[in-house]
Nanobody
Framework: QVQFVESGGGLVQPGGSLRLSCATS????????MGWYRQAPGKQRELVAV???????NYLDSVKGRFTASRDNAKKVVYLQMNSLKPEDTAVYYC?????????????????WGQGTQVTVSS
């Protein structure tokens, strides 16, 4: 079955940076768009970044210019470089495969989720 293992989170001060990684297995990675999602306490999970199978990217407006998604098809890993972090970026971050590149309406393909990685932005 498909598995996602997220890592790289941590506690960082406002303005700091983190690089998240998501290792995948059980899927033909190169065929799928990949997405980074986050869920803050008391809020619904939201899609913040998509990197398509062709390497194009799309981002939630609130992270544009600060987050960059990338992928390594050979390693079956997707990354999220997060710069200029803000307290409102605090959340558990997950990866999965969105059905298309639309940030607001795309539905996730795989029902299983990894454990996520906690990102906390605080002074």
């Amino acid at each position: 079955q498909v598995q996602f293992v997220e890592s790289g989170g941590g506690l960082v001060q406002p303005g700091g940076s983190l690089r998240l990684s998501c290792a995948t297995s059980g899927m033909v990675f190169a065929y799928y768009h990949m997405g980074w999602y986050r869920q803050a306490p008391g809020k619904q999970r939201e899609l913040v970044a998509v990197i398509t199978s062709d390497g194009d990217t799309n981002y939630l407006d609130s992270v544009k210019g600060r987050f960059t998604a990338s992928r390594d098809n050979a390693k079956k890993v997707v990354y999220l470089q997060m710069n200029s972090l803000k307290p409102e970026d605090t959340a558990v971050y997950y990866c999965n495969a969105p059905g298309d590149r639309n940030i607001l309406t795309s539905r996730v393909i795989f029902p299983s989720w990894g454990q996520g990685t906690q990102v906390t932005v605080s002074s």
